[in-house]
C-alpha cells in the first residue's frame, strides 16, 4: 500500500506530472491542433515556473512566514526534544548497512545542539517506509550516541508518515507525563508536523532546522534547474500531504 502512495504521489509532482499530461493531450486532442498547441505552450510555461527557483521561493511564502520565525529554543520550554525522520540511505556500503539521508543528518544535527543547549531528553521518530534492514529511529539513536555523543532516552519506530509519528510518539510520551515538546524537523515540514502533533495532543514548540534565505532573489533563480524543480516539488509535496490529512480527518481516518 505503502508503495502504491509513493507511485501516486511520484505521478502527482513535477517532473511526472507534466510529462504525463503532455502525452495526454498529445493523445486526445490530435484532431483539434490548434488547442492541442496552446495548451501544450500553457504546459510548458508552467514547467518552465517549477523549474525555477524563484517560483519555488514564492511558493514557500504558503508554508513558512520569515516575519514570525519561532526564536532560540531555550530550557524551559519544553520537556522533551523530538526528532522526525527524513529517510534512509539504505545499504550503504561504506557504512556497511543503513544510514541516515542527508535531510535525516541535518534534523540530528540540530537535535544535538539543542539537546546540548536544553539538557532535554531526546526522542527520535522514524519506522521503515523502504522496507529497510533497519528503522529510521535505530539509525538515528546509532549516529546520536556514536557519532555526536548523544543519549537518545525514546525511539518511535514505527511510523510510516509525519501523522503516524504524531500519535505513535504521543502514545510513548504520555507514560512519562510529557506533553511540551521542541519539534525538530526542516522548516518547509514544520508548519504540517507541528499541527498533526498538537493534533495528537502535545503542546509544539516549533525547532526548525535548514532555514534558508528562500525570501532573497538572485538572477540565477529565472534559469530553470534541478534545484529550483526540486524546491516546487518539495512545496507541493507539503501542500499534498496537508491535503490528504485533512481527508483523513474527514472521514475520521
Not at 48 to 74: C, D, E, Q, R, W
Not at 181 to 195: D, F, K, N, S, W
Not at 237 to 248: F, K, S
Request: hydrophobic letters at 50%; aromatic letters at 10%.
Amino acid at each position: 500500500m505503502y508503495e502504491i502512495y509513493l507511485l501516486v504521489k511520484q505521478i502527482l509532482l513535477p517532473p511526472a506530472v507534466f510529462i504525463l499530461s503532455g502525452a495526454l493531450l498529445s493523445w486526445t486532442l490530435p484532431k483539434r491542433p490548434v488547442l492541442m498547441r496552446r495548451l501544450l505552450l500553457l504546459l510548458f510555461f508552467t514547467f518552465y515556473l517549477a523549474s525555477i527557483s524563484a517560483f519555488g521561493k514564492l511558493l514557500v511564502g504558503t508554508l513558512i512566514s520569515h516575519a514570525a520565525l519561532p526564536p532560540p529554543v531555550a530550557s524551559s520550554q519544553c520537556a522533551a526534544i523530538v526528532v522526525l525522520g527524513g529517510g534512509l540511505y539504505p545499504a550503504a556500503p561504506e557504512y556497511g548497512g543503513d544510514t541516515a539521508s542527508a535531510t535525516t543528518l541535518v534534523r540530528l544535527r540540530y537535535g544535538a545542539r539543542l539537546y546540548r543547549d536544553t539538557g532535554r531528553p531526546i526522542l527520535v521518530s522514524g519506522g521503515r517506509p523502504r522496507r529497510t534492514e533497519l528503522s529510521e529511529a535505530d539509525v538515528m539513536k546509532k549516529i546520536l550516541e556514536t557519532e555526536f555523543s548523544i543519549p537518545v532516552r525514546w525511539i518511535e519506530d514505527r511510523s510510516w508518515n509525519t501523522l503516524e509519528a504524531a500519535r505513535n510518539s504521543r502514545a510513548i510520551l504520555a507514560g512519562e507525563n510529557v506533553r511540551k515538546i521542541c519539534l525538530v524537523t526542516h522548516i518547509l515540514h514544520m508548519a504540517r508536523a507541528a499541527e498533526v502533533f498538537r493534533r495528537a495532543g502535545f503542546d509544539v514548540v516549533a525547532a526548525p532546522t535548514a532555514v534558508g534565505a528562500y525570501e532573497r532573489f538572485v538572477a540565477r533563480d529565472f534559469v530553470p534547474s534541478t534545484s529550483g524543480l526540486g524546491l516546487t516539488g518539495y512545496v507541493l509535496h507539503e501542500w499534498l500531504g496537508r491535503a490528504w490529512y485533512a481527508v483523513r480527518s474527514l472521514i475520521g481516518a
